[in-house]
């Protein structure tokens, strides 16, 4: 097990794309859990998806803060490519910890749109990386520790599974991928150069209520409400490592507490206090059974009638570009050195969701 050696109470914690899915719930579960704690938030609210949503989640945080006036929540609309901008929050707010999730996520839409992966998702951890960095200029304490997403897709086409941080993984299959294994490589860098504790998580199919309308599972859920057919690659043999939301939180919290350890190597230069982990439910599920499960969950939630007649809306087709037929994590390292491992059953996140977007939509 890893030492717990950053203290969340009283910190000030600064989380990027705060009003994204996983983002929120960060926000959430340490507002509920750390008393007090001052959390600064920030998030450009661009719209790849549905904005309302994004102001939802806003409004749930809202609710929370004024449960814990202990606590204090400033939010930022604003890019964290603005490099003015993310210095200038570090300037004032002096965040002890940093948990970088703004990126642009999906790997479809970056085929369409790379430009903005780049600023983003590069230049935008570089701007974080770069404040990381300026934060212990004058023998400031500055950034305790940094954690940042990164994302399965790193693992491409990869055959060996369960997906393990010790594979090789320099063959990503979209620029999605490039860029997240890119994160990975600038951390290690200036975690080696500047001693900036810094850990990167390989989330896995992230799902949950109020989660992003991009994903298979909630697109899929539109689809069938609206009387259209969804369609399932690669005529359903693809394999999932499906994680609820509450487990990767758990997992990030966890994480955000132990950063790896500052050491002085041989040459007496700092050996870079760098790690990445996977977390993911490690029990890959197979689509059509995911698919099956789902269509279970929206009838018993009222989403569908009991009627609903499923196998005229479903379509079996051939393999998208940049899509990957299977993945599954690894979990072993996060549960020797976290005590913790996603054990969330499909079916029960699923319910979640079903019964979140039976009261969001209808
Ligand atoms: N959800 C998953 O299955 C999954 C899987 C692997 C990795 N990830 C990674 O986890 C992180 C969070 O993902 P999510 O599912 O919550 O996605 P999300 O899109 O819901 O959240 C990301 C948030 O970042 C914001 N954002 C984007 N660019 C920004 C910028 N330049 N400046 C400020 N804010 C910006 C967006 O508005 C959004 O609210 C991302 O880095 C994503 O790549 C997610």
Same mark, same amino acid.
């Given at each position: ?7 969340l109470?009283?910190?000030v +914690? &600064? ?16 507002? $509920? ?8 938030g ?21 609710? !929370? ?13 604003g ?7 993310v ?21 479809r /839409? ?21 404040? $990381?960095?300026h ?6 304490t ?18 060996k599974?369960? /997906? ?9 299959v ?6 997240k ?14 001693? +900036? ?5 390989r &989330? ?16 899929? %859920? ?15 043999? $693809? ?24 050491k002085?190597?041989?040459d ?5 206090? /760098? ?6 439910n490690?029990?890959?599920e ?9 269509? #279970?969950e929206? +009838?018993?939630?009222?989403? !569908?009638?009991?009627d ?7 379509k079996?087709?051939?393999? #998208? ?8 994590a690894?979990t ?5 050195? &976290?005590?913790?491992?996603?054990? %969330? ?14 009261? &969001?939509?209808?």
């Amino acid at each position: 097990m890893r030492e717990k050696n950053v203290i969340l109470k009283n910190k000030v +914690i &600064f989380v990027t794309g705060a009003a994204g899915f996983i983002g929120s719930n960060l926000v959430k579960e340490l507002l $509920c859990e750390v008393q007090p704690v001052h959390i600064v938030g920030i998030d450009n609210m661009n719209d790849y998806y549905d904005v309302s949503i994004k102001e939802y989640r806003l409004r749930q945080i809202e609710k !929370l803060v004024e449960e814990h006036p202990e606590s204090t929540w400033k939010f930022v609309k604003g890019s964290i490519a603005d490099k003015v901008l993310v210095d200038s929050l570090f300037e004032e707010y002096r965040p002890g910890v940093v948990v970088n999730l703004a990126a642009q996520a999906g790997v479809r /839409y970056s085929i369409t749109n790379p430009d903005v992966y780049i600023q983003s998702n590069l230049i935008g951890f570089y701007n974080i990386l770069e404040a $990381c960095r300026h934060s212990y200029d004058n023998g400031q304490t500055g950034v305790e520790h940094l954690v940042y997403a990164s994302s399965s897709s790193v693992y491409g086409t990869n055959k060996k599974v369960p /997906y393990s941080t010790e594979d090789n993984v320099d063959n990503p299959v979209s620029l999605y991928a490039a860029t997240k294994k890119s994160n990975e490589l600038m951390a290690h860098a200036y975690s080696k150069l500047y001693n +900036i504790p810094s850990t990167g998580l390989r &989330f896995f199919t992230v799902y949950g209520p109020a989660g992003r309308p991009d994903m298979a599972y909630f697109g899929f %859920t539109n689809k069938l409400r609206n009387n259209e057919t969804i369609q399932i690659f690669n005529y359903g043999n $693809c394999k999932r490592d499906f994680t609820y939301v509450d487990d990767i939180v758990e997992g990030v919290k966890r994480v955000m507490q132990a950063a790896p350890e500052k050491k002085v190597g041989e040459d007496g230069l700092p050996v870079p206090p /760098y790690a990445v982990y996977n977390i993911g439910n490690s029990h890959p599920e197979n689509l059509l059974e995911f698919v099956d499960i789902l269509q #279970q969950e929206l +009838i018993r939630a009222g989403v !569908l009638p009991e009627d609903y007649d499923f196998e005229a809306h479903k379509k079996l087709v051939p393999m #998208q570009p940049g899509d990957v037929p299977v993945t599954y994590a690894d979990t072993t390292a996060l549960e020797e050195d &976290f005590g913790f491992r996603p054990s %969330t059953s499909l079916r029960d996140g699923l319910r979640k969701f079903a019964e979140w977007y039976k009261e &969001f939509y209808m």
